[in-house]
């Protein structure tokens, strides 16, 4: 999907706001880790993307006394994904140190990483965003600490070169895991059934690695603040870690960078001081309302619903403007409708579903705040009235998209969770999609899958839910996962929405919710 940007879009810098994001920063827990055995990364075609790590002939118990030259390299294993810091001490042996030592170090969550590094990079990403790091170190003995924050469970070091007559050795490697929650904190499920246990597992630690300075999308790139993340990271922090001050840092921090004519921005860069992107979705703009609405539903925090209601309102006002003398939405082209990765279908439907959807939780804030929702009720019964007369075949019983009326998955789901149909005609609606479009194939990520699963909760099709979490996650699980990824198509493991699985994020927040899902609606 390409993102338009409108890099003329004026920003509030609300300092008010920005201070109570800044005063909810979180205090990071960190953990010393030491891997776990050294490994060789080997081409292996039974794997869905090409490469699995293999024990290596080396002892990680020896590792002080191997020496390496020119050619030379080691692969440590952590045993887990963890993101955080590398050091590790390194001393020469042999003749005085005539040369620098020259290292290339790459940095794997899965072996795939490592297998392909070295092979052309045809991404469509900055290949600044490979984790590879290459330096001349002058002068050993020294303990070396990599300045940069890396996602990884896998740590390569070649030896570039050194001279023919000194080598170098390696100790003491170690990894210091950052955090801004414990993961020993959350009870793991017990629910009979080793895959959904395990599906939980992985997604606590993918929420877990997540955690940072703000609920990042994902530690290996972007480690941004984007809103349709956060929105998923919340639901699945309040049923397992809780820590409703990292949301409402987020919260803030959206709320304090809004433009000049109200909107919100997708994503938020945080390294330094908060800059908004100049990318908008249509529909990750209205979620700051759902994630708003969330956070007050389960802290009952007034307080912050005060501060916030007004950056709401506008999503909900800009929004409405968009809808035409049909009661339908017609997008702005500078706000595209997200949805998923997949560009191959209309979003029409879903801009309608997802405006409604959005409106009910915003009638609920207003509520809250103790403001009139009549108009807005008003507005609600036209849009949905709209919907079902526009948009609902009663012939086929689906909805449909667009000037050609196309049918498509997601507009089924979308109208599934806005509840723009009465809870019987609902049923039948999932009913029908289940007989019509399943098994699902096309959909690129765990965002979308996580909204197909919750429609199936929701219409009462628990044992659908829970098949298609085991097929969607569980295959993941079954390939290795450590942590959830952030773009994956069972039916073609080797999708990448960048051209590249080297640049792809395997730990990534909106695949955690799993989490959440088995704790709401199966246990």
């Given amino acids: 999907m390409e993102f338009q940007t409108n890099t003329t ?4 810098r609300h300092t008010d706001l920005l201070e109570k994001a800044n005063s909810n920063r979180p205090h990071l827990i960190y953990q010393t880790v030491k891997p776990a055995r050294l490994v060789d990364i080997v081409a292996d075609s039974s794997s869905a993307l090409g490469y699995t790590a293999k024990e290596a002939k080396q002892s990680l118990a020896k590792l002080s006394t191997y020496q390496l ?8 294993d952590l045993g887990n994904h963890e993101v955080g810091h590398f050091s590790i001490h390194i001393n020469a042996c042999g003749s005085p140190m005539d040369a620098p030592l020259y290292l290339h170090f790459v940095f794997g969550e899965l072996p795939v990483e490592i297998g392909v590094n070295g092979e052309p990079y045809n991404g469509v990403l900055s290949q600044s965003w490979l984790a590879e790091e290459f330096i001349h170190i002058d002068k050993l003995p020294t303990t070396l ?3 940069r924050r890396y996602a990884c469970r896998y740590i390569k070091i070649e030896v570039i070169d050194s001279s023919p007559k000194w080598k170098a050795q390696f100790s003491h490697p170690q990894f210091i895991a950052e955090s801004a929650v414990d993961l020993n904190t959350v009870t793991p499920l017990k629910t009979g059934d080793q895959l959904l246990d395990r599906i939980d597992e992985v997604s606590l630690k993918t929420l877990h690695d997540c955690m940072q300075d703000v609920f990042e999308d994902g530690p290996k790139r972007d480690r941004r603040l984007w809103i349709g993340d956060l929105r998923l990271q919340a639901l699945a ?3 397992t870690f809780d820590n409703t001050e990292l949301v409402k840092r987020c919260l803030y921090l959206f709320g304090g960078l809004n433009t000049k004519d109200g909107w919100i921005t997708t994503n938020v860069f945080t390294q330094n001081e908060p800059v908004p992107d100049d990318t908008f979705f249509f529909d990750y703009s209205l979620f700051f309302i759902d994630a708003l609405a969330d956070y007050v539903e389960h802290t009952k925090d ?7 209601y007004p950056i709401a309102k506008l999503q909900m006002d800009e929004a409405l403007k968009l809808v035409d003398s049909n009661n339908l ?9 997200f949805v998923d990765w997949s560009m191959d279908f209309d979003r029409s439907a879903c801009a309608q579903a997802i405006l409604i959807y959005t409106l009910r939780h915003f009638i609920s804030l207003t509520s809250s705040a103790n403001k009139q929702t009549t108009s807005y009720n008003n507005t609600l019964n036209k849009l949905i009235e ?7 075949d009663k012939q086929k019983n689906l909805f449909v998209s667009g000037p050609n009326k196309e049918v498509n998955l997601a507009s089924q789901i979308w109208m599934v969770l806005a509840q723009v149909l009465d809870e019987n005609e609902n049923v039948e609606l999932m009913k029908n999609v289940q007989n019509t479009m399943f098994p699902v194939t096309g959909i690129a ?3 979308f899958y996580h909204h197909i699963v919750e429609a199936l909760f929701m219409t009462n099709f628990k044992t659908a839910g829970i098949n298609l979490i085991k097929r969607y996650w569980g295959k993941m699980v079954q390939e290795d996962a450590d942590t959830f990824w952030e773009a994956f198509k069972p039916e073609d493991p080797s999708f990448s929405p960048y051209g590249s699985l080297a640049i792809n994020s395997y730990c990534h927040a909106w695949s955690c919710t799993p989490a959440y899902l088995l704790r709401k609606y199966v246990i």
């Fill in 9 to 12: 879009v004026e920003f509030n």
């Fill in 445 to 447: 990520t765990p965002y």
């Fill in 69 to 76: 030259g020119k050619g030379d390299s080691i692969t440590f």
């Fill in 386 to 392: 709209s919907t079902r007369s526009h948009l609902f």
């Fill in 145 to 147: 600490e990599l300045p």
């Fill in 329 to 337: 939405v017609s997008l702005d082209p500078s706000r595209p409708v």
């Fill in 237 to 239: 922090n309040y049923e």
């Fill in 302 to 308: 007034y307080t912050t619903l005060t501060d916030l």
